[in-house]
């Protein structure tokens, strides 16, 4: 059974860089046609994609958060990292990593697995 767990700062302040960990268990983030994507849900509003990395290491990004995103991972831990940097009050939200054999993750597909999602506030 494959387990995702977010862990990372539940406040940040404004203009600082959001970090956040994924450290995945029971599956292996290089396992062939698997991506490793973050998806964030802010309050009142649907879940976004933001971005991911695949099997091989290339990562994709949202074209709108490109200029801010970062997404890396560390095999030997079996993880992967996002930063967002620049963040503002409006990235408030609950931050999910996700694994999915699609590249773009939006909803929960049946064969994806997903994180519990963790709360980051942006806040002074």
């Known amino acids: 059974q494959v387990q995702l767990q977010e862990s990372g700062p539940g406040l940040v302040k404004p203009s600082q860089t959001l970090s956040l960990t994924c450290t995945v268990s029971g599956g292996s983030i290089t396992t062939n046609l698997y991506y490793w994507s973050w998806i964030r849900q802010p309050p009142g509003k649907g879940p976004e994609w933001m971005g991911g990395?695949?099997?091989?290491?290339?990562?994709y990004y949202s074209p709108s958060l490109k200029s801010r995103t970062s997404i890396s991972r560390d095999t030997s831990k079996n993880q992967f990292t996002l930063q967002l940097s620049s963040v503002t009050p409006e990235d408030t939200a609950v931050y999910y990593c996700?694994?999915?054999?699609?590249?773009?993750?939006?909803?929960?597909?049946?064969?994806?697995?997903w994180g519990q999602g963790t709360q980051v506030t942006v806040s002074s």
């Open positions: 996700a694994r999915s054999d699609r590249r773009v993750v939006v909803t929960k597909g049946p064969d994806d697995y």
């Open positions: 990395i695949d099997y091989s290491g290339r990562t």
